[in-house]
């Protein structure tokens, strides 16, 4: 398997014409998307400037729910299809927070205090909501046919869509909140609000990769992913590990919820369907398994739907979401590891 860029690797062969040719389209969809960025940039630098702002305020997001979908993919290989919901709750649970609770109507100097507030109440929640899950559901299941947990976390989806549809937690209908934002508006964009993301969102990838790679937890989060049968004969807690891999990806669901709030000022129960597809597409783009690929197929997808839909020569936002998926289509056709994944293959 590969679990967070570690991998095996494919048997080489004397003739290899089927990846050469997957390199050569590669190589040739890159060049065609150079063209097109640059023809956008030619044609109008002002929208163009404004897209590439918004595509990297909404890719840190993606990236950052992404990062929750591969960090459980590393290390039990479940795609956890409620992870994009689980957001949207979080998302309302900002909501009652921030407005409800705290008051805030303006994002300024004064709601630092709420703001750090509600990113730990909802980090909370999204931990112990995920955590759970992984107790009840996956746990039983782990070794069941993997259409059996694969079908559990689609039905927790549901679930968690049903939870936000009740009149006492959101309704089916679209909320508007009275979120106000000041400071300077470039091409269009507030620049307060993509500091934020970036504030809050780089900080807690820095943090994952060195949970990762520099701590005890991380390798034993590493060593489980790798064998779970070796882990417990060296002395690692497997249900633990395993636990605490769904704690992280639950509180970083919690904290792109909040960012998500502030940006957009809404909640719905369906943004999390729509929203975790795209995330959970840069997930596969980058390689899923590698913490890396999940944040650079984060910003990836961001920019081109941003400019797609604002550039000069973009096809427009009726077509944004078949672009998303077309990237994908392509990519698992000719490199179905992602941009950072190894190719592999399973013993049977």
Same mark, same amino acid.
């Given at each position: 398997?590969?679990?967070?860029?570690?991998?095996?690797?494919?048997?080489?062969?004397?003739?290899?014409?089927?990846?050469?040719?997957?390199?050569?389209?590669?190589?040739?969809?890159?060049?065609?998307?150079?063209?097109?960025?640059?023809w956008n940039?030619?044609?109008?630098?002002?929208?163009?400037?404004?897209?590439?702002?918004?595509?990297?305020?909404?890719?840190?997001?993606?990236?950052?729910?992404?990062?929750?979908?591969?960090?459980?993919?590393?290390?039990?290989?479940?795609?956890?299809?409620?992870?994009?919901?689980?957001?949207?709750?979080?998302?309302?649970?900002?909501?009652?927070?921030?407005?409800?609770?705290?008051?805030?109507?303006?994002?300024?100097?004064?709601?630092?205090?709420? /703001?750090?507030?509600?990113?730990?109440?909802?980090?909370?929640?999204? !931990?112990?909501?995920?955590?759970?899950?992984?107790?009840?559901?996956?746990?039983?299941?782990?070794?069941?046919?993997?259409?059996?947990?694969?079908m559990?976390?689609?039905?927790?989806?549901?679930?968690?869509?049903?939870? !936000?549809?009740?009149?006492?937690?959101?309704?089916?209908?679209?909320?508007?909140?009275?979120?106000?934002?000041g400071?300077?508006?470039?091409?269009?964009?507030?620049?307060?609000?993509?500091? /934020?993301?970036?504030?809050?969102?780089?900080?807690?990838?820095?943090?994952?990769?060195?949970?990762?790679?520099?701590?005890?937890?991380?390798?034993?989060?590493?060593?489980?992913?790798?064998?779970?049968?070796?882990?417990? /004969?060296?002395?690692?807690?497997?249900?633990g590990?395993?636990s605490?891999t769904?704690?992280?990806?639950?509180?970083?669901?919690?904290?792109?919820?909040? /960012?998500?709030?502030?940006?957009q000022?809404?909640?719905?129960?369906?943004?999390?369907?729509?929203?975790?597809?795209?995330?959970f597409?840069?997930?596969?783009?980058?390689?899923?398994g590698?913490?890396?690929?999940?944040?650079?197929?984060?910003?990836?997808?961001?920019?081109?739907?941003?400019?797609?839909?604002?550039?000069?020569?973009?096809?427009?936002?009726?077509?944004?979401?078949?672009?998303?998926?077309?990237?994908?289509?392509?990519l698992?056709?000719?490199?179905?590891?992602?941009?950072?994944?190894?190719?592999?293959?399973?013993k049977?």
């Amino acid at each position: 398997m590969t679990a967070w860029g570690v991998g095996g690797t494919r048997r080489k062969s004397v003739i290899r014409l089927g990846p050469l040719v997957g390199r050569i389209l590669g190589l040739a969809l890159l060049a065609l998307a150079a063209i097109w960025l640059g023809w956008n940039l030619v044609a109008d630098p002002t929208r163009f400037s404004g897209s590439v702002l918004i595509g990297l305020q909404n890719g840190l997001l993606y990236a950052l729910v992404a990062l929750g979908y591969t960090m459980v993919y590393g290390v039990i290989e479940l795609i956890n299809f409620a992870h994009g919901d689980l957001f949207m709750l979080a998302t309302i649970v900002a909501a009652a927070l921030m407005v409800s609770v705290f008051g805030v109507g303006h994002v300024g100097a004064a709601s630092v205090l709420p /703001l750090v507030a509600a990113l730990v109440g909802c980090m909370a929640f999204g !931990a112990a909501i995920n955590v759970s899950a992984e107790l009840f559901a996956y746990r039983r299941l782990r070794t069941a046919p993997r259409l059996a947990p694969l079908m559990t976390a689609v039905g927790l989806s549901f679930v968690f869509r049903g939870i !936000a549809q009740q009149d006492y937690v959101n309704g089916s209908a679209q909320k508007n909140w009275p979120i106000e934002w000041g400071g300077p508006i470039v091409e269009g964009v507030y620049l307060y609000k993509l500091l /934020l993301v970036a504030a809050v969102t780089i900080p807690l990838l820095l943090g994952m990769r060195f949970i990762v790679s520099r701590t005890r937890m991380g390798k034993a989060m590493r060593a489980v992913a790798q064998d779970q049968d070796a882990a417990r /004969l060296v002395g690692i807690n497997v249900n633990g590990t395993i636990s605490f891999t769904f704690a992280l990806g639950g509180a970083l669901a919690g904290a792109a919820g909040v /960012l998500y709030f502030l940006v957009q000022a809404q909640t719905y129960y369906d943004t999390g369907t729509q929203f975790g597809l795209i995330a959970f597409t840069a997930a596969v783009l980058g390689g899923i398994g590698n913490l890396t690929g999940a944040v650079v197929g984060g910003l990836a997808i961001g920019l081109i739907q941003s400019i797609n839909e604002g550039g000069a020569h973009g096809l427009g936002s009726n077509w944004s979401q078949s672009v998303v998926f077309l990237i994908l289509i392509v990519l698992m056709v000719f490199k179905p590891e992602g941009i950072f994944g190894r190719a592999s293959t399973e013993k049977v």
